[in-house]
């Protein structure tokens, strides 16, 4: 990885960057304007930076879709014949496929008896299914958990079978953690412990986390810094209620004491601040119904937003999205997006070369946003190799030294990086500092491989394409 101060360096030495963090203020437009708004009960960001809407609704954005849809950015798009009944529960796999829950029986024009999963092309079912599937987690063995009724039900590829010893008819979410632990959310009964909002499944036993807890918990995520957070509507832990909580290892204390009100959904962005959806008061104060928590302040995100937002999703290009009971200059909605008055953005400039395990090609599904950690990978790495990260500003053509034919340095280079490729795969890291003056910024990205013989002498070099980034706040 390329250091924070280099990179900050370079830009601020041999960029004009004349964007300010304060004109990157979000805005809110509606994206889903129907004569009768639809309900959208859950949102899903694609791995390809899509974002799934879903809940109960034949159009959105007028286009026909039964109760789940696509929104590629500029337009709305069914997926296959959708399905009947209210969508309550989204999920990415792992594979990028998406996997749905709710009160439905038909998903695609086929049986589907409340959970089914869309590849991108065709529905299909797992068995015989639960009733109307609430929350949804998936282990790293595979294991699909479910919240189906008062139950937790957990589908191994085969068959559903019921985790014992955890129930309430009013659980409402789960969360897969780092260690493969499932976080399970909503007003609960453990035998062991008697009631309690914040249960963990281990794999083997449901126990209570940090203690006693009450109230409604709905969504929780783990921050990049580690963090795990709770949200929901007057959670109580042994220091009082809250709506978000943060767990420190051993019991839950509130995110902020001075917070009161409902949190739905939790989502963090590039630079680490989170963002609150829902309707929240800080010491009375009403702050809107999606919020941004800097480490130490509140603000509300953009203006005009009314109501409450039940879920957010983020997507790729960096809009903001906000369902629910939202309101825009006095209208319901249902579902918002922000303007995005800073994007960051990523383009291909020039072609890779050939090494002797094929072509190198320096791919990306990421953006430079400030505050983030921006990462690519390049292919076509020999298995004894070695491989540089060029950074630069302007770009060149210059042939490799030990290049095969196209093979040629596309980046002035001002800093570069030792990578140690594996699998064939040379995977590198820009940390872009959190600074608002880097914004509009532009850099260029390539990777060159460095092929090696059994006397680590250098045998041949291949180079990438190269990456043109430019640097965007949220």
Not at 280 to 300: D, F, I, P, Y
Not at 313 to 318: C, D, F, H, K
Not at 368 to 394: E, H, K, R
Request: with cysteine; aromatic share 6%; charged share 10%.
């Amino acid at each position: 990885m390329i250091h924070r101060s280099l990179v900050n360096a370079v830009l601020a030495s041999f960029c004009a960057i004349g964007a300010a963090g304060a004109q990157c203020a979000p805005a809110w437009q509606a994206i889903a304007q129907t004569p009768a708004p639809p309900t959208v009960w859950a949102l899903a960001a694609m791995p390809n930076g899509d974002v799934i809407a879903a809940g109960v609704f034949a159009s959105i954005g007028g286009v026909a879709a039964a109760n789940i849809a696509r929104w590629d950015g500029a337009s709305w798009a069914p997926l296959g014949a959708g399905v009947n009944g209210w969508v309550n529960a989204l999920l990415v796999a792992p594979n990028g496929d998406l996997i749905v829950g709710g009160t439905i029986t038909v998903a695609g024009g086929a049986p589907a008896s409340g959970i089914a999963r869309w590849d991108g092309a065709a529905w299909s079912t797992f068995g015989s299914g639960v009733t109307s599937a609430k929350a949804l987690a998936m282990r790293s063995n595979g294991d699909l958990l479910a919240v189906a009724g008062a139950r937790v039900m957990r589908w191994d590829g085969a068959l559903w079978t019921l985790l014992p010893g955890f129930s309430g008819q009013h659980l409402r979410g789960l969360l897969t953690l780092p260690n493969d632990d499932v976080l399970v959310l909503g007003d609960g009964y453990l035998p062991s412990s008697g009631s309690t909002s914040i249960a963990l499944w281990d794999g083997f036993a449901f126990r209570a986390l940090g203690g006693s807890t009450s109230g409604d918990a709905m969504q929780a995520i783990v921050r990049r810094n580690g963090d795990l957070l709770v949200g929901g509507s007057n959670l109580y832990a042994a220091t009082g209620p809250a709506p978000i909580l943060r767990f420190t290892g051993s019991g839950w204390v509130p995110l902020d004491p001075a917070l009161s009100g409902t949190a739905y959904a939790l989502v963090e962005l590039p630079n680490g601040d989170l963002l609150a959806g829902g309707s929240l008061l800080r010491q009375g104060q009403w702050l809107g119904s999606v919020c941004r928590w800097n480490g130490s302040t509140w603000s509300a995100v953009g203006a005009g937003l009314g109501g409450h937002a039940n879920d957010l999703a983020l997507a790729g290009g960096g809009h903001l999205f906000a369902a629910g009971a939202v309101t825009l200059a006095g209208s319901q909605v249902r579902l918002a997006q922000t303007t995005v008055p800073c994007p960051a953005s990523v383009s291909t400039v020039g072609a890779g070369c050939i090494s002797t395990a094929g072509l190198v090609s320096l791919v990306t599904a990421d953006r430079p946003w400030v505050g983030s950690t921006f990462v690519a990978s390049a292919t076509g790495m020999t298995p004894q190799s070695l491989a540089l990260q060029v950074l630069g500003l302007q770009n060149v053509a210059l042939p490799l030294p030990f290049g095969g034919p196209g093979c040629v340095l596309q980046v002035d280079p001002i800093v570069t990086g030792l990578v140690v490729p594996s699998a064939g795969l040379a995977g590198v890291a820009l940390a872009i500092p959190d600074t608002p003056s880097l914004v509009g910024g532009t850099l260029r990205m390539q990777v060159v491989g460095i092929e090696l013989d059994v006397n680590l002498q250098i045998v041949r070099t291949s180079g990438s394409n190269a990456l043109l980034l430019t640097i965007g706040a949220l």
